[in-house]
Nanobody, 116 residues
Framework: QVQLVESGGGLVQPGGSLRLACAAS????????MSWYRQAPGKERELVAS????????TYRDSVKGRFTISKDNAKNTGYLQMNSLKPEDTAVYYC?????????WGQGTQVTVSS
């Protein structure tokens, strides 16, 4: 059974940090690139960061550059999103997506709330 399971979300104060994890099972994670998306209430889902199959190339949306770091550990079948200097506008449900030329898989999402 193909699964992507996110974890690590929660409530954090502005300026704090969280590390999201995305655990893959049921498919060969090492053959997939990975992305993190987020969706705030009343807004469309937006791409936050992406990483290539091998992890050698990463991209970020401008608003998170210098604060977020995407990574993947193919040996552990897990992807990560390290989020530092969090802001209230980062509040959203965060989703991971694994994709390659054959298709894609989504996780169920994890809530991140940045508030004092």
């Amino acid at each position: 059974q193909v699964q992507l399971v996110e974890s690590g979300g929660g409530l954090v104060q502005p300026g704090g940090s969280l590390r999201l994890a995305c655990a893959a099972s049921g498919f060969t994670f090492s053959n997939y690139a990975m992305s993190w998306y987020r969706q705030a209430p009343g807004k469309e889902r937006e791409l936050v960061a992406s990483i290539s199959v091998t992890g050698g190339s990463t991209t970020y949306r401008d608003s998170v550059k210098g604060r977020f770091t995407i990574s993947k550990d193919n040996a552990k079948n897990t992807g990560y999103l390290q989020m530092n200097s969090l802001k209230p506008e980062d509040t959203a449900v965060y989703y991971c997506k694994a994709l390659n030329g054959l298709g894609f898989h989504w996780g169920q999402g994890t809530q991140v709330t940045v508030s004092s």
